[in-house]
């Protein structure tokens, strides 16, 4: 009796035990019609949606109770159906398609009341990627085949259009005294053909009516992320002159739109990396380090070609180069740069962002996937050059075979063959230490990231672990399943499966909580890393993370 008495305590000792591993149940909402469609509004925002192919919810992210439900009929009568739903957070709005053969219809909705806006015929072909909303005028602007048209967000009243201006409207710099703004435009992915006769513009627009006061071309390829959306590039306005940060730094004057000086290439990474299974959108990031500022000076790589690659010093502010490293042979990719003290040091090859949208099959569901992931790029090496002239300091041979990335902590480089942590002098090359990552017992390592002053993250194949970064002690480690890095957030590391489980830890300690995800939920990270949404057939429900 002892025995058996023994054994279910012992039983649900370790059952209490495992259910703490499992990420809280914040609440649990179950809907009034299934779930085609989601959207995740962030917590200070206070609401999110869900939504069939006939009706909407739109919920409190506080505790899950509905703010309204509707028929998309009801809301807008000339909608027949509904094919996709695009909302715009900061403009509060929704947009409904009703997709047909050169007829698409637009309805637009007040997220907050679910009333319609406005709804129209008059734009088609009309995708999230070719709409941007501009909340210092309180519009959207939206991108056609033929010109460039700009809406008020509430009444859907068009204020003016323009041929002039070819692709979408990208990063943009507002003047709020003189309502003008500075923009560059882009061509989205997969969507080249739509825009004929583009050619990459820098203009300052009259947002008042439209005007382009002027315009200019720039180098490079600007782009915005696949599933975050993040701009790839800066674009900053300082005084009389417009800094344009994108495949190296091209500055123009204000006024007229003159370049002044340029240190740019035109680099892209397409074919470098191959897609998953069922991608339709592809990007790929990070293949080449930022321009480093250092001072008066700027530090730009130069990947003109595959068979031109060099590092360049210029004077910030004059533009004129100082000297030009030689030629960094063979590499595909130079995806770190960093100035530490009185060298420069570059990560040739390793690891790479890709961010993706893909469908397909999983049994009988069809699964839409946003994600990212972090391939290698060969070949790999180290080097250091000298800031003084740009000759080669030092190169190491021990990344031939493999690198992730590297770090600069303490004065000290911080690189990782996958197998190995190392800590190289800056100055000769030499290693401070080398620390096998097998010690955290995570598999190989897929990725380094800095935290606090004296802290290693190890994102391994099977979890997360920590070194310290001065003596490349072990401090912590956490194992989990085979899984890939899906978010960080300070001191929180989100890992995410093949089958979408989600594992979120917290470095101080390398403790995880974790969701396992049912055949066919959509689940959706929040913002800050702190809640998972899950939506699954007509059920909502929030998890905390920690």
Not at 125 to 136: A, L, Q, R, S
Not at 143 to 151: A, R
Not at 213 to 230: N, P, Q
Not at 469 to 495: H, P, Q
Request: proline share 2%; with cysteine.
């Amino acid at each position: 009796m002892k025995t058996t008495i023994l054994t279910i305590l012992l039983a649900s000792f370790f059952m209490m035990a495992k259910a703490q591993d499992d990420m809280p149940v914040v609440w649990e909402t179950k809907l009034g019609h299934t779930i085609a469609h989601t959207g995740t509004g962030v917590e200070d925002r206070g609401y999110s949606y869900a939504a069939s192919e006939k009706e909407i919810t739109v919920f409190k992210n506080e505790d899950g109770s509905t703010i309204w439900t509707k028929a998309f009929k009801e809301i807008a009568p000339k909608l027949r159906k509904v094919d996709e739903l695009i909302p715009f957070w900061e403009s509060n709005t929704i947009f409904l398609f009703d997709r047909k053969a050169g007829k698409d219809q637009i309805a637009c909705i007040d997220i907050e009341t679910g009333e319609l806006l406005w709804n129209t015929d008059k734009y088609q072909k009309v995708t999230e990627d070719v709409i941007i909303y501009i909340p210092e005028e309180n519009g959207f602007a939206i991108s056609l085949k033929t010109e460039l048209v700009f809406v008020r967000a509430r009444t859907g009243e068009e204020l003016w259009s323009t041929t002039k201006f070819k692709g979408v409207v990208g990063r943009y710099v507002y003047n709020p005294e003189d309502r003008t703004m500075v923009t560059v435009n882009f061509i989205p992915g997969g969507l080249a053909a739509m825009f004929s006769g583009f050619k990459n513009q820098i203009a300052k627009f009259n947002l008042k009516n439209g005007d382009i006061l002027w315009e200019s071309t720039y180098i490079g390829r600007a782009e915005r992320k696949i599933w975050t959306r993040e701009f790839v590039y800066d674009l900053d306005v300082k005084g009389d002159k417009v800094f344009l940060l994108l495949g190296g730094m091209q500055v123009f004057d204000l006024n007229t739109g003159a370049n002044l000086w340029s240190a740019a290439f035109d680099f892209t990474a397409d074919g470098i990396v191959k897609g998953l299974q069922g991608t339709k959108k592809m990007g790929v990031y990070r293949a080449i380090a930022k321009p480093v500022i250092d001072g008066d000076d700027i530090y730009v790589l130069d990947m003109t070609n595959k068979k031109n690659q060099y590092v360049k010093k210029y004077d910030l502010h004059s533009g004129k180069l100082l000297w030009t490293s030689k030629e960094i042979k063979g590499a595909k990719a130079i995806p770190g740069m960093q100035v530490i003290g009185d060298k420069i040091a570059l990560q040739i090859g390793g690891k790479v962002e890709v961010q993706y949208f893909r469908v397909y099959k999983s049994g009988d569901y069809t699964i839409k996937e946003w994600g990212v992931f972090f391939p290698d790029v060969k070949p790999f090496g180290v080097q250091a050059l000298n800031t003084s002239d740009g000759t080669l300091a030092w190169e190491s041979e021990k990344f031939k075979k493999g690198i992730t990335n590297g770090i600069s902590v303490g004065g000290n480089h911080i690189i990782c063959s996958g197998k190995a942590l190392y800590s190289l002098d800056i100055a000769t090359g030499k290693d401070n230490f080398e620390v096998p990552v097998s010690k955290g017992g995570v598999g190989l390592a897929e990725l380094i990231m800095p935290y606090k002053d004296d802290v290693i993250i190890v994102v391994g194949e099977k979890g997360v672990s920590t070194f310290s970064a001065s003596t490349g002690e072990l401090l912590n480690t956490g194992k989990y399943k085979k899984s890939k890095l899906e978010a960080r957030d300070d001191e929180l590391v989100i890992m995410k499966t093949d089958k979408a489980d989600i594992a979120c830890f917290d470095v101080n300690t390398c403790k995880y909580k974790e969701f396992k995800a049912k055949k066919g939920a959509v689940t959706s990270l929040s913002k800050d890393g702190e809640h998972v949404y899950v939506y699954e057939k007509k059920v909502v429900t929030k998890l905390k993370t920690r």
